[in-house]
């Protein structure tokens, strides 16, 4: 398959294609990008016939920041008919032998949703189908490749595969989160989705547990200190602007009423620290740098809000400056993720973590 799908958000392609096409060219994997504006989906078009499957094997989902899910496609299926479509499906697929799960999907647009009733009914035949080929399992595997069928309109549709170790687990790459009546802002799910997405279940026991402290920059109204309240963690939270009360009523929040970026943590045991301030970029970056260089928290997630032009090149700068000068500051021991999440809008989410050099006493 010579072909790399990529889902994203809508109004984002260029920047998931900007993205791909500098991880395949530093990968020598020749190809072109192929995308529309608003599609919520990108094609990297290799000029070799398995460039597709490198790629889905060589890059890593979690590094790319723009991509939500990929897989390796073949050329897309026109025309399919509507008396059958199943077969001309089956039969591009023939090279796919005992993948463990179906996925029929749409990119994430208005339009595209308009075929997600007739994805789930379609659904159901076609696993018979591919199962009857040999293509599919006839029992679930989430150790063996995925099934993408991805309709990206009424009877034209990519295929592939993907793995299991190197994809998102949920269709089309978006985590369905509920919004909890309490939370006092939705800004909750941003922060909600990042520590599912940055960390596994068996990390965020340990590292996110009751009775660590935390720090929240621009905290009003609390949506993000609501998530660390209700982890069991203690949280200083700060912001000039006034805190839910229900919040304050809990007993573990503190509201210092102050700048965040002139506050200065008064305990010097802060775990967590998280930032959703509304500030260009690279100030934010900045006061991250400034927080880990006097070891004022062991791991941090926050958002950079982003320009209107050249967003990946953008991101791209800030985070490679922010490893240079924390390695030039002697901290070498540290790991930078970002991705721009799907409770995000224009912003992505960085999760920036100061690995210690010793046992971490998370109840300094």
Partial sequence: MKNLFLFCRAGYEKDCAAEIQQRAADLNIGGFVKTNTNDAYVIYQCFEEDGGEQLAKKIELNSL???????????????????????????????VKKAGELRVETPDTNEAK?????????????????????????????????????????????VGYSLTNNSSPHFMGIPRLKMAADAPSRSSLKLDEAFGHFLTKEEQEQRCRSGLHSVDLGACPGGWTYQLVRRGMFVAAVDNGPMDQKLMDTGQVRHYRADGFRFEPPRKNIYWLVCDMVEKPSRVAELMEAWAINGWFKEAIFNLKLPMKSRYKEVRQILDTMAEILKENEIDDFKIQCKHLYHDRD????HLWVKPNTAWNFHD
Avoid: W
């Avoid at 025309?79 to 001309?88: G, I």
């Avoid at 912003?347 to 960085?350: M, N």
């Fill in 114 to 158: 308009e075929l997600s009733g007739f994805c789930r009914k379609f659904t159901v035949p076609l696993r018979q189908g591919l199962k009857k080929s040999g293509s599919l399992l006839a029992q679930e595997n989430d150790r063996r490749p995925i099934i993408h069928v991805c309709f990206v309109a009424p009877g034209q549709a990519y």
């Fill in 347 to 350: 912003e992505v989410t960085v």
């Fill in 65 to 95: 920041v723009f991509a939500r899910q990929m897989f390796a496609a073949n050329d897309l299926l026109k025309n399919l008919p509507e008396a059958d479509r199943m077969s001309p499906i089956v039969a591009a697929l023939a090279g």
